[in-house]
């Protein structure tokens, strides 16, 4: 991995002014073999998504998987799972200047379309101006103000405020287009558009999608030379947990990531060469509609938080793997640098008597064990993806709970496609669901509070703070982080964030997400391990999937 240096301002993942960037490998897994697609067939799993949609349009609520990382890139990857670790991808040097307000970035001169085209500075100005242009295509609420090149390899950026709190998503999320193929889709047309056969920059090309079943080829004039080690990329689909299961469990997927139930039995002990890498990278939430119905109130969401046990939840579904989040919602030990100090000892406050003092607080009355306000009971409907068997659990568990308390639970299951439908246009009173995926606290907190970020109820986002949360204290503080110029002055604002988390409770933290990632030893190697956390190891996170897949090598008694 590169070892980076910085002047200027310091951040929790230092923008690096003049910031050079080497391209070796080695460290990742790169191959000697100048053609990459030497091996044969490295099978996924995606999850319970059932059919597959032939759909890559990296704006669209659901794209396939295989669209973030796989045929579509970023300019860096900065590792998931380690902060402040970035390797070059499409670009190999940036240089943020003018206070967080303008970025300049070199793209590597070797890298092209997989229609052969050559990829240049021009794509990357192109494609921040067309988000520049239209919301809609702004996925990531950049403030952009301008994109401009510098000859055939430099694009200068330039942004209406501090960008500093968007660093992880200009450099490592938003994904670049060929100019030469969008530019020719009609404005109105670009969100829509399914974008069946896609022209991207990844080391794969799309050669069929069929029911459950999807598979990439590997190009074999992959800027990375000997990338990727295997010369299709197979996803299967399955329609629940229990199919995945069934299917890993087998030895049918060299690389899942489906919950596993008592894993240790039903995996690990079915094969010595069966592996689990285990990095959690995320919180799971109740996530409520701030915006409207009941959970719109404070102390409904606070009620809701004090009647859950959550560690019975972790020890009944999973075995005590998945520890009890904090009240500020913050992943520890990732982001101990910006913990209040004063809260580092803060649990989630639980019991009858909180939730009758909320409840009350807001004017609700019992009758019949049931809260009631107006004559109405208190229920809620959380939704959640019916194939996602732990997250089933997980609310029934909730609703037992909810119901002790006096509060009615409405369990939703549903369709993935529905699911995220409603999460992105924020028509749901509650979902369970998670957040995180980024080394960075401030692209965390930005991408959960930010009320930037998600417009009006009934159109859609992508991004986050799917719950269309709105507090301008915490705005406040996301802008004051992201011009700071020294970590130590910023503290201040993550620990006001922390505050206002714990005061509004904007989600209901549940528990640190599990990320189990299961590994055929007997198929493939070279893939992310504790000892070796070069990205992070899920198959289905955007885009460290893509890195990984790649580098990802056939196993020396693989067939």
Request: charge should be positive; aromatic fraction near 10%.
């Amino acid at each position: 991995m590169i070892t980076r240096t910085t002047a200027g301002p310091r951040r929790a993942l230092a923008a690096g002014a003049a910031l050079a960037l080497t391209a070796t490998l080695a460290a990742c897994g790169g191959g000697k073999n100048n053609n990459g697609g030497g091996g044969g067939v490295l099978t996924v799993a995606t999850g319970s998504t059932g059919n597959f949609v032939r759909n890559f349009n990296p704006f669209a609520p659901q794209p396939l998987q295989a669209t973030h990382g796989m045929i579509y890139e970023p300019l860096f990857h900065l590792n998931a799972a380690k902060a402040g670790e970035i390797e070059p991808w499409l670009a190999t040097k940036y240089t943020w200047s003018d206070g967080g307000r303008k970025l300049r970035v070199t793209v590597r001169s070797n890298a092209t379309w997989n229609d052969k085209k050559p990829f240049t500075a021009e794509d990357v100005a192109w494609t921040f101006q067309m988000a520049k242009d239209d919301k809609a295509l702004n996925q990531y609420a950049l403030p952009i103000a301008s994109a401009s090149t510098e000859g055939t390899y430099t694009a200068v950026i330039t942004f209406t405020k501090s960008a500093y709190t968007k660093e992880y998503f200009i450099l490592g999320k938003m994904k670049m287009l060929p100019k030469h193929i969008w530019s020719k889709i009609p404005d109105k047309e670009r969100a829509t558009t399914l974008n069946t056969n896609p022209v991207g920059s990844g080391p794969w090309k799309v050669k069929s999608v069929k029911g459950m079943t999807m598979d990439l080829v590997a190009r074999d004039d992959y800027y990375f030379k000997g990338l990727p080690h295997f010369k299709v990329l197979r996803y299967r689909s399955f329609t629940g947990n229990s199919g995945v299961t069934a299917a890993v469990t087998s030895g049918q997927i060299d690389w899942g990531g489906g919950f596993i139930p008592d894993i240790k039995k039903n995996y690990l002990a079915k094969d010595k060469n069966f592996e689990l890498v285990n990095i959690p990278l995320a919180t799971t939430f109740f996530v409520p509609n701030a915006q409207r119905g009941p959970t719109a109130d404070v102390n409904v969401r606070k009620a809701i938080s004090a009647a859950l046990d959550r560690e019975f939840m972790n020890r009944s579904v999973y075995d005590g793997q998945a520890p009890v989040a904090n009240p500020m919602a913050l992943l520890l030990p990732n982001y101990e640098s910006v913990l209040d100090p004063s809260l580092k000892d803060a649990v989630i406050e639980t019991g009858q008597d909180k939730v009758d003092t909320y409840l009350t607080d807001s004017g609700y009355t019992k009758s019949g064990g049931m809260w009631q306000k107006d004559g109405k009971k208190l229920s809620v409907t959380v939704e959640l993806v019916s194939g996602w068997t732990d997250y089933v659990s997980v609310a029934q568990l909730a609703k037992q709970q909810l119901k002790k308390a006096g509060i009615e639970l409405v369990v939703k299951a549903e369709s993935y496609a529905q699911w995220t439908n409603n999460r992105a246009r924020g028509q749901f009173q509650m979902l369970l669901d998670n957040s995180g995926y980024t080394p960075d606290p401030r692209a965390y907190y930005a991408q959960l509070l930010d009320s930037s970020i998600p417009p009006k109820i009934g159109e859609s986002t992508n991004v986050g703070n799917f719950g269309r949360y709105s507090n301008p204290i915490v705005d406040k503080a996301l802008d004051e982080i992201a011009a700071g110029k020294d970590l130590a002055k910023q503290k201040r604002w993550y620990y006001r964030i922390q505050r206002e988390f714990i005061k509004d409770m904007p989600a209901i933290p549940l528990f640190y997400g599990q990320n189990e990632q299961e590994f055929n030893g007997n198929r493939v190697t070279g893939y992310p391990t504790e000892d070796n956390l070069y990205a992070a190891p899920s198959i289905w996170l955007d885009p460290d999937g893509g890195w990984v897949a790649a580098r990802i090598k056939p196993a020396k008694s693989g067939q």
